[in-house]
């Protein structure tokens, strides 16, 4: 697979496309959470060379040291090298364990503390993690007149859904979306993104055993692309498994019509 032929190019056409929605939706800024992970990296590092208002945030959240080094760092690096970047670091840990134990408490039966079925659920607890990144970044971006961009790639966002409806699927662009996991990958190797992230095995960081992407999904993103584009190997069981199971946030919402 190579359908580009020059990063170089590439890089001016996503910049210049950012800038042109940002004024022509009069925007004041871009929004971007960055986690430690690759699209994150370059989806911030693109965001910066725009040269218009960045805010890059890092949100940990219960986050292993490894993935808040990287993020930390990443994000720190934009801000001293572009005079447009601002960094803001929100820990969401407290929050999070506060909205948890609340939901716990209220719906607990007679005779009990807490509700433990409505609060123990993994998945559960992971997609809330994300929303509670999602209502951050909206928060940021309200104050200062922003849009929060998104780091969502195309094998995520419309391959096999593997994001969280209204966490870090809910955006307002996604510039990365029309490009394969390897394809972030080599734009990151072109824009000089910190080798440690560029080598860092995928991972949402929502799991306290800091699973990766490909243990949760069956599959390695270079089978998954191979199935997304030729419809072979063994990636077309694990992309028709998740395409099917995840449909549901990668359609538009159903509207009852009159």
């Known amino acids: 697979m190579n359908r580009i032929n020059s990063y170089e190019d590439l890089t001016e056409e996503i910049v210049g496309w950012i800038k042109d929605y940002f004024w022509d939706n009069d925007r004041k800024a871009l929004v971007v959470g960055v986690s430690g992970g690759i699209d994150s990296a370059v989806v911030s590092t693109l965001c910066a060379k725009t040269g218009l208002p960045t805010?890059?945030?890092?949100?940990?959240?219960?986050?292993?040291?490894?993935?808040?080094?990287?993020?930390?760092?990443?994000?720190?690096?934009?801000?001293?090298?572009?005079?447009?970047?601002?960094?803001?670091?929100?820990?969401?840990s407290e929050p999070y364990h506060k909205l948890i134990s609340t939901i716990g408490s209220k719906t607990a039966p007679e005779g009990y503390t807490t509700n433990r079925e409505l609060i123990t659920n993994g998945l559960a607890n992971a997609n809330t993690k994300s929303r509670m990144r999602m209502v951050t970044l909206y928060q940021v971006a309200g104050v200062f007149g922003g849009i929060v961009v998104g780091t969502g790639n195309k094998v995520e966002d419309y391959g096999v859904g593997f994001y969280t409806k209204y966490g870090d699927g809910g955006v307002d662009i996604a510039p990365i979306a029309d490009l394969y996991k390897t394809e972030v990958w080599?734009?990151?190797?072109?824009?000089?993104?910190?080798?440690?992230?560029?080598?860092?095995?995928?991972?949402?960081?929502?799991?306290?055993?800091?699973?990766?992407?490909?243990?949760?999904?069956?599959?390695?993103?270079?089978?998954?692309?191979?199935?997304?584009?030729?419809?072979?190997?063994?990636?077309?069981?694990?992309?028709?498994?998740?395409?099917?199971?995840?449909?549901?946030?990668?359609?538009?919402?159903?509207?009852?019509?009159?």
Do not use: C
């Open 55 to 92: 805010y890059v945030l890092t949100m940990p959240l219960d986050s292993k040291p490894e993935n808040t080094e990287l993020s930390d760092a990443h994000a720190k690096a934009l801000d001293e090298k572009y005079d447009n970047v601002t960094h803001y670091n929100v820990d969401l």
């Open 186 to 258: 080599e734009l990151g190797e072109y824009l000089e993104v910190d080798q440690r992230i560029v080598n860092a095995e995928p991972t949402d960081g929502l799991w306290s055993d800091s699973r990766t992407d490909e243990s949760q999904l069956g599959a390695s993103y270079a089978e998954l692309e191979e199935a997304m584009e030729n419809g072979t190997g063994s990636g077309v069981a694990v992309l028709e498994k998740f395409g099917k199971q995840n449909r549901h946030k990668m359609i538009p919402i159903p509207t009852f019509k009159l």
